[in-house]
């Protein structure tokens, strides 16, 4: 039963479903109008958690990967590549496109976490799922206060999960939540959206 339950919160509370969910709301949050983020939410979504979860699929389907969520650390590598070239390519179309602050403040946090991630992964392994659970609360934090901030008993139950799966350790769980959660919001006050003049 705790085997089931750990599985179906993994795949529920899956980083493509999290990235997307944050996608749509920031969107929301930051854009002029409601066209505004629905393009926003589709522009972001096709150039970053599309070709990523296709590539990912693509090759779980020809068994080159074991699955959708990598567990083997030398199988991330090149899915982190990925990941890092569809942020920088996001970050380029954002500032082109003259995007909210606040979206390009969250591609760069999620293209920094990527570089950071991707260089650990070559010597240890951290936890994704709690990475993107609280990389993404740290977000919704910023944007909706109290309410956002709400969103952190998520991440407990999927530390759990990975944990209960033994796909990750309990000091790989912590890392991936709290390097994440402290990349945001360097980035966003680097953008100037934390501090007394900010905007949010």
């Known amino acids: 039963m705790r085997t089931r339950v750990a599985k179906l919160t993994s795949?529920?509370?899956?980083p493509f479903l999290v990235s997307l969910v944050v996608i749509i709301l920031a969107s929301f949050e930051s854009a002029a109008s409601v066209s505004d983020a629905i393009k926003w939410s589709l522009i972001l979504t096709a150039v970053s958690v599309l070709p990523v979860f296709s590539v990912i699929a693509y090759l779980a389907h020809k068994e080159k990967l074991e699955g959708i969520f990598i567990n083997t650390r030398r199988q991330r590598n090149k899915i982190y590549l990925l990941a890092s070239v569809c942020a920088v390519a996001g970050c380029i179309i954002l500032l082109y496109l003259e995007a909210p602050l606040v979206l390009v403040a969250t591609f760069v946090a999620g293209l920094t976490a990527i570089i950071v991630f991707?260089?650990?992964?070559?010597?240890?392994?951290?936890?994704?799922?709690?990475?993107?659970?609280a990389g993404s609360v740290t977000v919704?934090?910023?944007?909706?206060?109290?309410v956002g901030a709400l969103t952190v008993m998520l991440v407990?139950?999927?530390?759990w999960a990975?944990?209960?799966?033994?796909?990750h350790s309990l000091a790989q769980a912590i890392t991936g939540a709290l390097l994440a959660a402290l990349i945001v919001v360097v980035v966003f006050h680097f953008f100037g959206l934390i501090g007394p003049a900010a905007p949010l």
């Not at 407990?156 to 530390?159: D, L, Q």
């Open 118 to 133: 991707m260089s650990i992964n070559l010597l240890w392994k951290i936890s994704i799922h709690t990475a993107f659970a």
């Open 11 to 14: 795949g529920v509370l899956n």
């Open 156 to 159: 407990p139950p999927i530390a």
């Open 162 to 167: 990975r944990i209960e799966l033994e796909h």
């Open 140 to 146: 919704l934090t910023l944007l909706y206060g109290s």
